[in-house]
């Protein structure tokens, strides 16, 4: 995928702006051709160097960007001339939504292994095991725990991670191989 196609894609965009946020978005949406400083960066896009700085560091966490460092022989000075890696992005995303499908697939079974009661009050949640210990009575307002239905919400997991195996290709667990 083409430089410019990665940074037309809404997911890639949404993705940057999650990592550098809205002051940073500048920086990882203009990334130039080859290497620039830091002060390059935040003079062509009229941003302030310490936030060119934080999103170049944040990039650079994340395998899209790497810089090399030139010392001025005269002053001691050191430069760093950026270049942006995009080409990783796809990658990236995909090892975050493993990372997703990890996490959902954990609180499914979190949510479907225990059972919860609510405070209709202060709707504040709580498993078995804490409400018993509250004689199933809130600890904040006092009012009575009620038996909590997360159907909704295991179903709508359900569905995510259902979704995100196919994405990713991955078969459920226990599914037989072909």
């Keep these: 995928m083409a430089f410019e196609e ?6 890639i965009q949404k993705y940057l702006h999650e990592l550098v946020g809205p002051t940073g ?10 290497e620039v400083t830091d002060e390059e960066l935040a003079e062509e896009l009229g941003l302030e160097l310490n936030d060119v700085r934080r999103a170049l560091f944040i990039l650079y966490e994340n395998d899209l960007a790497s810089y090399r460092r030139l010392r001025d022989e005269d002053s001691g000075w050191l430069t760093y001339l950026w270049t942006f890696e995009y080409e990783n992005i796809p990658e990236q995303l995909e090892s975050e ?19 919860f009661y609510l405070c ?11 409400a018993m210990e509250f004689g199933f009575e809130c600890p904040q307002c006092g009012g009575q ?3 909590m239905d997360n159907d909704r919400l295991v179903d709508a997991m359900e569905m995510r991670i259902e979704e995100l195996r196919e994405e990713l290709n991955v078969p459920e667990p226990g599914a037989a191989n072909a």
């Design 6 to 11: 990665l940074l037309n894609d809404p997911v």
């Design 25 to 34: 978005m500048p920086v990882a949406a203009a990334p130039p051709d080859g």
């Design 97 to 115: 939504m493993h990372r997703l499908l990890s996490a959902l697939e954990e609180r499914e079974s979190y949510e479907t292994d225990n059972e």
């Design 120 to 130: 209709g009050q202060c709707q504040l949640r709580f498993e078995f095991g804490e």
């Design 145 to 147: 725990l009620e038996t």
